[in-house]
């Protein structure tokens, strides 16, 4: 298994997103998190999140998703506790994607409009859905799947991390992997200008983790816009 990231904070003065690895007992954590709020809270939330999700992994390893919901629950714990101690923090909030693997199975979770691509043979086989008004509006067929990215709706989410009493997450299944599979976590400023079929080709045509991101981030700078939003993406072969 090889993995390689990127975080970078676009055309925007602040980057709120962040990236985490943790790697314990054979297995990894891969966390990314953008975060929402105020004051520069935002960047504050995503560390705070992603920080205890990989540190309550290393004390707890497990490829499940009780042991996943337990990570999540203890960041939005500690989210929770900062936004009460802190007035100029009270609104902050961030999104979480999270891969857990150990290469033969995988587990994930998502809040928010940080994505999850599950590549199988080449193809996208999965990608979570993201918590916004814009793809509560494709689901109820107002717009189409592509329409998202331009969605004045977009950024305006459903779920999130941002305290206990409403912590709602989406949790996969258990999954069995094997061998050429790939993963990619990425956020809303990476997926808006990488398209599904972008992600697919760039994988084609590399050998490593390293080559498939350059390649994305190639396809990126060419569609970018002026004070685009930061872009962070993690890529995972197994």
Not at 182 to 190: N, Y
Request: charged residues 30%.
């Amino acid at each position: 298994m090889r993995a390689v990231s990127i975080t970078n904070r676009g055309g925007r003065r602040n980057n709120e997103d962040s990236v985490r690895f943790a790697h314990a007992d054979g297995m990894w954590c891969f966390t990314l998190c953008d975060g929402l709020g105020g004051h520069r809270c935002g960047e504050i939330a995503s560390a705070a999140v992603a920080e205890t999700i990989c540190a309550e992994f290393e004390n707890a390893p497990s490829v499940s998703a009780d042991a996943l919901r337990g990570y999540i629950e203890k960041a939005a714990q500690c989210l929770e506790e900062e936004r009460m101690n802190d007035i100029e923090k009270y609104d902050m909030s961030s999104t979480a994607v999270v891969l857990v693997t150990d290469g033969e199975k995988a587990v994930w979770a998502h809040a928010g409009d940080s994505r999850l691509y599950y590549i199988r043979g080449g193809k996208i086989e999965k990608i979570t859905n993201d918590h916004s008004i814009a793809f509560w509006e494709y689901q109820n067929g107002l717009i189409s799947y592509d329409d998202i990215r331009s969605s004045p709706n977009q950024n305006k989410l459903l779920r999130c991390i941002s305290d206990t009493d409403r912590l709602e997450v989406e949790y996969s299944e258990e999954c069995a992997l094997t061998e050429k599979e790939a993963f990619l976590l990425c956020s809303d400023g990476f997926w808006e200008f990488v398209r599904e079929t972008d992600i697919e080709n760039s994988l084609d045509n590399a050998k490593s983790p390293k080559e498939w991101l350059e390649n994305m981030l190639t396809v990126l700078h060419e569609n970018e816009t002026e004070n685009n939003d930061n872009y962070s993406a993690i890529a995972v072969m197994i």
